[in-house]
């Protein structure tokens, strides 16, 4: 069910500070983008905040096309997805004022909150039928090696972040442009590698507020983060594969990968193979 205002358990979903978040963004040209933006949280039912702090591809795509996505996935596997415009950013007030006490910034190594970026909401979903912890293992890394799939070692991910798109316990979301513009962000938490250069997931994970998934193949950004914290995002294009463990699914055939942690966050990362 799709509202336009965000209802108190929505608000509280964004509360956590430890919660993953992502904000979605596309280029003028379409090109989608996906961060792990820890800061966001609710200002009131139709306004998001959050601090700009070494998210230079998203900063840019903002000022260009302020069109956005937004997701929120907590412990016990709810899930919102937002999307709204962005309104541009403040450098004093209540806002920036509530964004600069957070820990996260006011004990930040590296800097502190430089701006805070404002999203009008336009709608909200929640996304239901996540999956099962048991589920999830099931159409883990192990099952879908087991389906035949030839595990390459070339490929454009480097092994550590193969590995990490490995693991169960991580928050990985999925990021494409719908028929109306808009950067979707959802959760992808089935997704797995099948190579250093594949990811798959199911397809119905897809699905935006049409409650359909979009016409394949189409541009796509896939977002990880970790307990450790680390996080890694990774550029291709969606389309369609064969059926396993029970499920349509899809698969992301990686172009480039980049880091999405300190101290060098926005690096492209690709092992360069040799041909």
Known sequence: ??????????????????????????????????????????WDETTLIFGELMIWKTKA??????????????????????????????????RFEKISMNDMFRYNAYTGVRNVGVIKVESVRRVKGMMSPARLMEMGYGALRARGV????????????????????????????????????????????????VLEFGAAEMKGFTEAPPALP????????????VAYQIKGTVSASKSGVGLRL?????????????PVPGKRINIENES
């Not at 205002?5 to 992502?22: L, Q």
């Not at 069109?67 to 962005?86: A, E, H, Y």
């Not at 541009?219 to 983060?225: K, V």
């Open 150 to 197: 030839k595990f390459e070692r070339a490929g454009p991910m480097p092994p550590q972040v193969t590995e990490k798109f490995s693991r169960v316990k991580a928050a990985k979301h999925i990021c494409y442009v719908d028929s109306d513009g808009y950067p979707l962000s959802l959760p992808s938490i089935t997704m797995f590698p099948t190579a250093h250069g």
């Open 218 to 229: 189409l541009r796509a950004a896939a977002a990880i983060i970790t307990s450790d914290p």
């Open 61 to 94: 795509n903002l000022l260009a096309n302020p069109k956005v996505g937004v997701s929120v996935l907590t412990d016990d596997m709810n899930c919102w997805t937002v999307r709204g415009v962005f309104q541009g950013f403040e450098r004093t007030g209540e």
């Open 250 to 262: 899809a698969r992301l055939d990686v172009e480039d990968v980049y880091s999405s942690s300190p």
């Open 1 to 42: 069910m799709e509202n336009a205002k965000m209802d108190s358990r929505t608000i509280e979903a964004f509360a956590g500070d430890r919660v993953p978040k992502f904000l979605a963004t596309a280029s003028p040209d379409g090109v989608p983008n996906i961060a792990p933006v820890i800061s966001i949280e609710a």
